[in-house]
């Protein structure tokens, strides 16, 4: 027996050699025909033409829209102000291991503040904010009016011209926070660099507004509570006295008493005593006094937006991007092709269904507007 491949001659065997072997990617199409990188190659050396094209197109969109639609980023970040006066020792501690102590000391936290620069009372306060300034350096021509009509987008009425408005900033705007600095950042996105600043600080000013109006009105119900308290405390401190000089003028000679001693003592304590809560209660009602009528800021501007305009991301990077899907959609599109063709010479079944399946789905299409428009006449007519 021999094996196969092998031959008997004049007592000799011989060995037929080995066919080449030809490496494959691991994958085979429909008809199990193997594809190897020479093919692949081909087929982008036939269609170079296409390929480069889709390059060209995706990669000079891919530049034009960076171009266009990337517009300006201005950035500005702030860090709240604590009031040391009302911090616990708690606090105190907790601010030396890095905490974020606004809580503590019963100020607002960032996330207030975060969610406040980004509501929609603040948003809709800056859209119809008015706003100048030039497009570009160098420019004669100025633009000015609110964001409503700079932006101008479309709507009905005027409150939806507002509303999409509004929609639109919440797009613009981007708060974060950080929690271990205790810093907010506030990011604007504008078509325009100076815009783009202009709306940054009015969110700024914006956020001290309401910030400060909430201090004031803490303040404001914090000195209406401590008069009250003040008035109460006044009223027994006076009583304590009384009862104390009483005391005295019955017993003038009480220090030969022990009894008369130890109740002299009893009401001198209780007026001490009184008197402190009534000074306790007095300052407390000044410092409301001031804090109510107080009208500086309440945040401390670390980064200004002005000057930080600028342009986000890279319009090189983007390009390169374009380039690359181009000339993977490039690739593709000649694969499709060839396998179309293939498909289309072979007459196979498979292409014979796809023929029949566009068919009818390009008739489905092109009947869909008249079925649309006779559903609404239905619809008139009922």
Same mark, same amino acid.
């Given at each position: 027996?021999?094996?196969?491949?092998?031959?008997?001659?004049?007592?000799?065997?011989?060995?037929?050699?080995?066919?080449?072997?030809?490496?494959? !990617?691991?994958?085979?199409?429909?008809?199990?025909?193997?594809?190897? &990188?020479?093919?692949?190659?081909?087929?982008?050396?036939?269609?170079?033409?296409?390929?480069?094209?889709?390059?060209?197109?995706?990669?000079? #969109?891919?530049?034009?829209?960076?171009?266009?639609?990337?517009?300006? *980023?201005?950035?500005?970040?702030?860090?709240?102000?604590?009031?040391?006066?009302?911090?616990?020792?708690?606090?105190?501690?907790?601010?030396?291991?890095?905490?974020n102590v606004a809580s503590l000391t019963g100020?607002?936290?960032?996330?207030?503040?975060?969610?406040?620069?980004?509501? $929609?009372? +603040?948003?809709?306060?800056?859209?119809?904010? #008015?706003?100048?300034?030039?497009?570009?350096?160098?420019?004669?021509?100025?633009?000015?009016?609110? !964001?409503?009509?700079?932006?101008?987008?479309?709507?009905?009425?005027?409150?939806?011209?507002?509303?999409?408005?509004?929609? %639109?900033?919440?797009?613009?705007?981007?708060?974060?926070?950080?929690?271990?600095?205790?810093?907010?950042?506030?990011?604007?996105?504008? %078509?325009?660099?100076?815009?783009?600043?202009?709306?940054?600080? %009015?969110? /700024?000013?914006?956020?001290?507004?309401?910030?400060?109006?909430?201090?004031?009105?803490?303040?404001?119900?914090?000195?209406?509570?401590? +008069?009250? *308290?003040?008035?109460?405390?006044?009223?027994?401190?006076?009583?304590? =006295?009384?009862?104390?000089?009483?005391?005295? =003028?019955?017993?003038?000679?009480?220090?030969?008493?022990?009894?008369?001693t130890v109740e002299a003592g009893r009401l001198?304590?209780?007026?001490?005593?009184?008197?402190?809560?009534?000074?306790?209660?007095?300052?407390?009602? =000044?410092?409301?006094?001031?804090?109510?009528?107080?009208?500086? &800021?309440?945040?401390?501007?670390?980064?200004? &937006?002005?000057?930080?305009?600028? *342009?986000?991301?890279?319009?090189?990077?983007?390009?390169?991007?374009? /380039?690359?899907?181009?000339?993977?959609?490039?690739?593709?599109?000649?694969?499709?092709?060839?396998?179309?063709? $293939?498909?289309? #010479?072979?007459?196979?079944?498979?292409?014979?269904?796809?023929?029949?399946?566009?068919?009818?789905?390009?008739?489905? !299409?092109?009947? !869909? &507007?008249?079925?649309?428009?006779? +559903?609404?006449?239905?619809?008139?007519?009922?």
């Amino acid at each position: 027996m021999t094996e196969p491949g092998e031959r008997e001659g004049h007592g000799l065997i011989t060995q037929r050699p080995p066919a080449a072997v030809e490496y494959v !990617l691991p994958y085979e199409d429909e008809e199990g025909v193997a594809v190897s &990188p020479v093919s692949f190659l081909n087929t982008l050396l036939r269609h170079r033409r296409l390929v480069v094209g889709w390059v060209f197109v995706c990669g000079g #969109t891919a530049g034009l829209l960076m171009a266009l639609l990337r517009g300006y *980023r201005a950035e500005s970040s702030f860090a709240p102000q604590v009031n040391q006066t009302s911090a616990s020792s708690l606090a105190g501690l907790a601010s030396q291991f890095g905490f974020n102590v606004a809580s503590l000391t019963g100020g607002p936290t960032l996330d207030f503040y975060a969610s406040v620069a980004n509501s $929609r009372a +603040i948003l809709t306060k800056v859209a119809e904010a #008015t706003y100048s300034f030039v497009p570009q350096e160098g420019e004669s021509d100025s633009v000015s009016g609110t !964001l409503v009509q700079i932006l101008n987008l479309r709507g009905a009425t005027s409150l939806e011209r507002l509303q999409r408005t509004v929609k %639109k900033l919440d797009h613009m705007v981007t708060v974060t926070k950080d929690e271990d600095a205790g810093i907010v950042t506030i990011e604007v996105s504008a %078509k325009w660099s100076p815009l783009a600043e202009q709306i940054n600080r %009015k969110v /700024l000013s914006l956020v001290n507004d309401v910030s400060l109006s909430q201090h004031q009105a803490q303040a404001s119900a914090e000195r209406t509570f401590t +008069i009250g *308290r003040l008035q109460e405390a006044r009223g027994q401190l006076d009583s304590a =006295e009384n009862a104390l000089q009483a005391f005295l =003028e019955k017993n003038r000679t009480y220090q030969d008493s022990p009894r008369l001693t130890v109740e002299a003592g009893r009401l001198q304590r209780r007026v001490d005593f009184l008197q402190q809560v009534y000074l306790t209660l007095a300052q407390a009602y =000044e410092r409301a006094t001031i804090e109510e009528a107080r009208n500086t &800021p309440v945040i401390t501007v670390i980064d200004l &937006p002005e000057g930080s305009g600028h *342009r986000p991301g890279s319009l090189a990077l983007g390009v390169v991007v374009g /380039l690359i899907v181009g000339g993977v959609v490039g690739a593709l599109h000649g694969i499709v092709r060839d396998y179309m063709k $293939r498909q289309r #010479t072979a007459e196979s079944p498979t292409y014979s269904e796809f023929v029949t399946l566009r068919a009818n789905a390009l008739r489905d !299409l092109t009947a !869909l &507007p008249r079925r649309l428009a006779a +559903i609404a006449r239905l619809g008139r007519r009922s």
